[in-house]
Nanobody, 124 residues
Framework: VQLQAYGGGLVQAGGSLRLSCAASGREISSYATGWFRQAPGKEREFVASIHWGGVSTSYVDSVKGRFTISRDYAKNTVYLQMNSLKPEDTSVYYC??????????????????WGQGTQVTVSS
């Protein structure tokens, strides 16, 4: 499966963005999918994931209540709706897909397929 992430940009603190991750080659419903982010000089960190069957979602504590991961099977696309953005959310965001056996994972090592990053910058 190939993934292409887009939708990043510059937004003021308190604003919203929606990231999209378009999948091609395979149906996204066959994979657990997740969003990760990496700031300069820091390790890539888990943000959110959704079970391959869509039965559950997981979030890092710092985004709970502000971010929502979802999927549109018809468009074969995964979304990350980001509300109430904070300067500390500034990062390059990556979407990723893991084989279904992983269910829904927070570990970068579980994800074999990665899209290119999209920059999110939140100004104070």
């Amino acid at each position: 499966v190939q993934l292409q992430a887009y939708g990043g940009g510059l937004v003021q603190a308190g604003g919203s963005l929606r990231l999209s991750c378009a999948a091609s080659g395979r149906e996204i419903s066959s994979y657990a999918t997740g969003w990760f982010r990496q700031a300069p000089g820091k390790e890539r960190e888990f943000v959110a994931s959704i079970h391959w069957g869509g039965v559950s979602t997981s979030y890092v504590d710092s985004v709970k209540g502000r971010f929502t991961i979802s999927r549109d099977y018809a468009k074969n696309t995964v979304y990350l709706q980001m509300n109430s953005l904070k300067p500390e959310d500034t990062s390059v965001y990556y979407c990723a897909a893991a084989e279904a056996r992983y269910g829904s994972s927070k570990m970068t090592t579980a994800y074999a397929y990665w899209g290119q990053g999209t920059q999110v910058t939140v100004s104070s």
